[in-house]
C-alpha cells in the first residue's frame, strides 16, 4: 500500500505526513461563525430597534413643545399635540406613549404666558423574537425616555 492510499501524504522532502484532517477547517469556521454571527445580528436588529424608538421619542418631545408653546390657547395647544404626537408615532412606529406636561415656574396653570415648558414621552421598546408567554415581553422590553423644552409664546391666551 502507499502512502497517498493510506490517507497520508509526503512533504517536498519525502517525509510522510498523517492527512486526517483535512477539510474540518472549514466545517469549524462554519459552525463558530454561525455561533457568533446569530447573537451579533440579534444585537445589531436590537440596538437599531432602540435607537429608531429613541429618535421617535426625542422627535415627539421637541416637536410636541414647540406646537404646545407657540400656540395662542389651550384648545389650540392640544390639538396641536394631538395632531403632532399622532404624526410623529406614525412615523417612528412609536407604541403607548405616555406625555407629561410641566412648567417652569410651577404655578397654577400649565402652560402659561413666559413659562418653560417641559414636556417628557416615555414609551418602551419590545426586543425582538421575544414570545408573548408568561408576560416575558413585559420584562423583555427597554424603556425610553425623552423630554423637550421650550419658552411659551408671551401671546398665549388663558381662555
Known amino acids: 500500500m502507499t502512502a497517498a492510499s493510506e490517507g497520508r501524504d509526503t512533504d517536498d522532502d519525502g517525509a510522510e505526513r498523517d492527512d486526517t484532517e483535512r477539510g474540518s477547517a472549514a466545517l469549524e469556521f462554519i459552525l463558530v461563525g454561525l455561533l457568533m454571527l446569530v447573537p451579533l445580528v440579534y444585537l445589531i436588529v436590537s440596538l437599531g430597534l432602540i435607537q429608531g424608538q429613541s429618535l421617535g421619542a426625542e422627535a415627539a418631545a421637541r416637536h410636541i413643545a414647540r406646537a404646545v408653546s ?9 390639538e396641536r399635540a394631538d395632531a403632532v404626537l399622532a404624526a410623529v408615532a406614525e412615523e417612528y412606529g412609536l407604541d403607548d406613549v405616555d406625555l407629561s406636561i410641566d412648567c417652569t ?15 417628557t414621552v416615555r414609551t418602551a421598546v419590545a426586543l425582538p423574537l421575544v414570545p408573548p408567554v408568561l408576560g416575558l415581553e413585559q420584562i423583555a422590553a427597554i424603556p425610553i425616555e425623552a423630554t423637550g ?7 398665549w391666551s388663558e381662555q
Not at 423644552?149 to 401671546?155: C, G, L, Q, T, Y
Open 70 to 78: 407657540t400656540a395662542t390657547d389651550t384648545e389650540e395647544a392640544r
Open 105 to 119: 415656574p410651577s404655578g397654577a396653570s400649565c402652560p402659561r404666558a413666559g413659562a418653560t415648558l417641559r414636556i
Open 149 to 155: 423644552a421650550h419658552k411659551v409664546s408671551r401671546f
